[in-house]
DNA sequence: GATGAATGAGTCTTCATTCAT
DNA sequence: CATGAATGAAGACTCATTCAT
């Protein structure tokens, strides 16, 4: 008995080291430069060990990503839900997320869309989580307008708001010309606009989470 | 003489062919999977090729890359120049120009930014295209805001132009779930409400250029 | 003391298990496709198990095939013996053996073969049996023509009823074109030309052993 | 023109040095012994080649496999016709030509058998070979049967000489106890009996070709 | 003694590069 | 200059063996 859960633990532990050392080797090489070789001295394992959790190099590739989005969606969602009911507040706290902090593996996420490009599982993947993504913006967005009785183009709202804050993570994950906090106040100053709110009334400092941090640990 | 200029002007044409074919063979073929064979085949050429006019296969696709990025600012330009001397209209014109039609290699550039977080010297390259489109920007809003006599946050809103742009560019590039009308209307209306302008009377549509077209052909 | 006994006794069994658990694998998936990992699941022990009672996989192969040569030499031996004291009978019996039923490990014979032509080892093993069992059937025929006053080149015909056997064990194993009864008819018919015998006195079963199987099992 | 004809040539070449090369391999080191690197060195080309005129290791061991047993195939056919219109001198002749002199890659031959058994590619190939050997030599044996207004059991004698011819060659191939001419009377010796013929008309040695050898060379 | 996780040598395969023609 | 055959380095994968528990 003991020794099967010691077995399962042992393996979801393997698992994890070797999509952590995959994020961290990515982010360290580059995806066309991150080798079986590099994993492995990134996870800290041998060579053969990935035949023994993983299929193949690809799909620890594909279970890396997945668990990457997997770790930011949370992070999300414990972002919004620690916002409080209010459906604006939840949308600053959206928008805010991304930025919340100096991310590791920010370039990952970038490697991993151009490899989408030619990879449709990959693809569909990203699909999925970008379609929820705006859904439930769209949806906040709604509440939002209906509390304050205005009447907002939700669809094209979202749209913005979503490709907004795309817009600025890619340009500062690839430049670094502007900092994390022009985002944030970017960001927050388009919706409390949409919305004809104050921005003096929304920080964009992000409340501190009392738990331990969800983030991709590694 | 006249040999000489003719066999650089050769030289120039088999380099020129050999990144087309380069283009053509990642869009069909994606990043990954675009060996010398598959680009020497898109360029009608022989393997051996490449040696005669690259360094390398990484050379050539770096030429590739720069071809690219350069043909799109000499569009960019272009657009930019035949909206007139109006710096709104000419803001508006650098805002729609990269929605201005569905795009041969729009899968090019995000494997090129990819590539590019690995290889300082492509990323050199975008960051100083992207500082000038900023900087273009910057100057357009300045003269648009003075003609109003508006006070504007320049930085800042250059920043949500170019950001916004790239951002609705990605999200059509990888999801298609939206069309590229949606994105030249939401950066014109963007465009026209930070300067009080009625998007009725700015077209989505780009002027018709006479002169040749100036894309990337092949 | 009975400790001792008990203990060369779990080894001999635990050798045994190993042993034809590597028979079953290479039946069922092929000589080249038996891994340790195959073999020790067929012999229902660990991986890790091979090395405390072989000095490798090699060896546990050789040991196999040395071992499954010794049971079909032993059931060869049974079955003469069985057929009572007339070489004549004998020589039907040790004729027919071969074919007396569908075997386990009918395959595995081949591999070895092929295995030894590049093995000195096995190959002196096989060359060994060979030359007893056709020395053997040399010294039957020789009583046998005496009783019958015949005069028979010995040698050559003791060549022909060997290689006559393992000629048609080999189709019969490769193709499956043909049954073993007419195999066993062909050898008996063969057999009871050169001694001018009535094939209708000879059965081509076997008769049936009293005691327990000395089939190889597992 | 000339040009599309010389490629063609220099592959068939090449493919051809490498079939050999594989032949050689296996013969010298074993089938389980021979990798792409000792193929490669048997065939004087480097380690890379191979991936140029086959598909894969496997594809070029079913083409030295084809090869050799066409090669012996067509060695029977020129036997068979050099051996004039008597379908029972023809006969002979079939039943001399595998021992007719010591064959090169005898033991590649073993090493394909065994792996046919789990290969059923080339197991189906093996049978086709030998049914139509079969049934060539029924044909054979029937005509010569009419012509002596005897009555033959067809199938059985066909099977008998088959066989018979597979077991002398088998043991040849492992033990080299006995000699090739040994095996040359064996077999003319049965057949001869078997249509009442003396054997001491009927040579063992087998007429001597005007063309250049068909053996496999390499 | 028994287990099975971990290792790393060995294999096949791909592919950018070279070079004789 | 252009070709494409040949090379060999580098990659992923397999699997016999080892060893801590």
């Known amino acids: 008995m003991k020794r099967a859960i010691k077995r399962v633990l042992t393996i979801e532990t393997r698992r994890n080291d070797l999509i952590l050392g995959t994020l ?99 693809l569909e993947h990203h699909r999925n989580l970008w379609a929820r993504f705006r859904a439930s913006t769209e949806r906040l967005m709604t509440r939002a307008a209906a ?18 804050i795309d817009g600025l993570w890619l340009g500062w994950t690839l430049e670094k010309s502007y900092d994390l906090e022009t985002c944030r106040m970017l960001v927050r100053d388009w919706i409390c606009k949409l919305f004809n709110e104050d921005p003096a009334n929304y920080p964009t400092t992000m409340p501190v989470r009392e738990e331990g941090s969800p983030h991709v640990q590694g």
Request: glycine share 6%; charged share 25%; hydrophobic share 40%.
């Open 24 to 122: 961290r080797s990515i982010e360290k090489y580059g995806y066309q430069n991150s080798t079986v070789q590099t994993i492995c001295e990134e996870s800290g394992v041998s060579r053969g060990l990935i035949g023994h959790y993983f299929e193949s190099k690809d799909d620890l590739l594909m279970a890396a990503f997945q668990h990457l989005n997997a770790e930011l969606d949370k992070e999300a969602r414990l972002a919004v839900r620690a916002a409080g009911p209010d459906p604006f507040r939840r949308l600053i706290a959206a928008g805010l997320i991304t930025f919340a902090q100096e991310r590791r593996y920010s370039q990952v996420t970038l490697h991993f869309w151009s490899t989408a490009l030619s990879n449709p599982k990959l």
């Open 147 to 164: 509390e304050r009785n205005m009447e907002i183009d939700i669809r094209h709202s979202a749209l913005m708001f979503t490709q907004l």
